[in-house]
């Protein structure tokens, strides 16, 4: 079956990569139980600490998924019925770390914030000293593009003994994440976001207290079980066969972004998702910022009463050959997002303007 | 890092690719939750429950992970702990299925089977009458190149009322399979093998009663709950970001599989294993087939006593440009294996059979 895959992709997921990434999906696939597929295996995973900024004896792993494989992987292999866990609610990603507890019998309890508001002091305060031993965040709300402030949350848990697992899964290489400074113990990536490689990679980053964690708890999963990947993955290998070809265009990846070097290309994004911020203003475009705590990596948009977002969506899609990014739920037909991840420029940034506009004209938004 | 993609590949997996898979892999990866990719999802599940002669009302279900996954989320998603399974233990995928029945708390009981011998009436007797309800086996065990006689199996689990979940990852397209006329209830795929496309996904079809089990059963893992993505599959659709690019891929190999024909497909691989075979026999060659039941996807081959076979695995690799594919634990010294899944020809034997002829020669095999 023919399916487009040239529209300008302004979504959250997959998103648009360089051609050198392309250019690796073009090889064959080799065999991987080889000393040079361990050699780029351990180079990934020391320049992914670098770009954490993790501190010594931090470990990767690499797993074969999506984004929420990882998460899941990282809650059944971290904690267990003794923990406490706070949870940040704030959308579709923190009630998936909800349901998460909640399926493994994990005690929790959640902090619900209102839809698009950032995370504020008091919002923690009625959770101090009531023996919480472990905290679980979305560092970028995807479903509503809200960033939390992670120095309040490292804050509390360091005043809190708490144990810190972090989704930083659509923010990762698009807002400044310092994993060591920050005390957080794991970090969830996944490889079709700022990565701009293919979806079906989830790439885990464990502390030294993450891995004692790992080692003490039973896993009820083979393929989630980190203590093997840990295990295999001192030599470069991994239990079960990986994305082979995914694991070879993150390592270009991440080649390309040690020789940019890291501030240049949060820069890049910041710059990008500002461009694009501006200039639907200047284009005097009837779209509300739906939030007032905004990562670089997406603009969550409402449509004005009485226009559908969806529909937005469809237009752009089948009109104009440009993919924003929908929502589901309620805020299917009230909000759009637009990303400012993978390899967009800001003659993207006017080309999806211009249609906007064109819409906007023909009274659809 | 530089890496090698190019050498003649006979592992059992990641195979070579044809051209037209390769392709897709350079371009890029497109928004998914869109009626298009949900169009390509259905096309791919009629075109893949076709070549399973599945019966009616069997569903697949493509779950982003390696061979392992599927199977894992197979045992969790159709098995508990009130069933009684039988699991044929002959190598390394025999004792993973064992493996995962322990770990998941499944009563189990396990035939273990001497090496490289198929399974024979024999070794079923004593599980007659006894109250198994499930049975759980590798159609090729992988590690050891033996295929099974699913004749033999399919009638003792219709006798006795089991519930058949196979493993069919590196012999689906190669050797003959009749989902529906014999019977099985769940086949396990996995995409790096005879579909020729890269690994990170494996699909898997569940009939009828299968089915009922996933919508009865508790499976205690997000990532793995059956349940919803037979729901989104409904509409094409799964519940997290699948390995979209991959899907695209194995529509394209699964539309060139049906024009082919089955018949033909299966046909190729078979020549291509016999001559294979037969070659190294006209050679000469110091090799022993290690098995009396043989899949046409891989030929397990013995080195004689003082040679090492996983230095062939070396000199092939570092002189030749050949992978074959090395065996782990025990055999590693003693057993390789030569695939005949993927974009291989009689060609690419020969150049095998040669430098198999120049390591005699060097006193090496």
Same mark, same amino acid.
């Given at each position: 079956m023919n399916i487009a895959v040239d529209k300008r992709n302004f979504t959250v997921g997959p998103v648009q990569m360089p051609y050198a990434v392309r250019e690796i999906g073009l090889q064959q696939v080799p065999y991987f139980r080889t000393g040079e597929f361990s050699g780029l295996m351990l180079e990934n995973e020391r320049l992914l600490l670098e770009m954490l900024y993790a501190s010594a004896g931090t470990r990767v792993v690499s797993l074969t998924g999506s984004g929420t494989a990882g998460m899941e992987a990282a809650v059944m292999n971290t904690l267990n019925n003794h923990d406490k866990v706070l949870v940040v609610n704030g959308g579709g990603f923190g009630e998936r770390f909800v349901d998460l507890c909640r399926l493994h019998s994990i005690p929790y309890e959640e902090i619900r914030l209102p839809f698009g508001r950032g995370l504020v002091e008091k919002d923690l305060a009625p959770y101090e000293g009531k023996g919480f031993t472990a905290f679980l965040v979305?560092?970028?709300?995807? +479903?509503?593009?809200v960033l939390y402030d992670m120095r309040l949350i490292c804050d509390f848990c360091e005043r809190n003994g708490c144990f810190l697992v972090v989704d930083a899964i659509s923010s990762f290489l698009a807002d400044p994440f310092y994993m060591g400074e920050w005390g957080v113990n794991v970090v969830v990536t996944g +490889?079709?976001?700022?990565?701009a490689i293919p979806p079906g990679l989830s790439l885990v980053a464990l502390d030294g207290i993450a891995q004692e964690r790992v080692m003490r708890n039973t896993c009820r999963s083979m393929y989630f079980d980190f203590k093997a990947y840990l295990k295999d993955g001192e030599r470069g290998q991994t239990p079960f066969t990986p994305a082979v070809g995914t694991l070879i265009q993150l390592n270009k990846r991440l080649l390309d972004i040690a020789e940019a070097g890291m501030e240049s290309v949060l820069r890049r994004t910041a710059m990008l998702a500002g461009h694009f911020r501006k200039a639907i203003e200047a284009a005097g475009l009837p779209l509300t910022i739906a939030s007032d705590s905004l990562s670089n990596a997406v603009t969550p948009l409402f449509v004005r009463e009485g226009k559908d977002a969806y529909e937005v969506f469809k237009c752009l899609e089948r009109e104009h050959g440009i993919w924003v990014c929908p929502n589901g739920g309620e805020l299917k037909h009230k909000l759009f997002r637009v990303g400012h991840l993978g390899d967009l420029t800001e003659d993207d940034n006017n080309a999806l303007v211009d249609a906007l506009g064109q819409l906007y004209q023909a009274g659809k938004l």
């Open positions: 979305n560092y970028h709300e995807t +479903s509503t593009g +490889s079709q976001k700022a990565y």
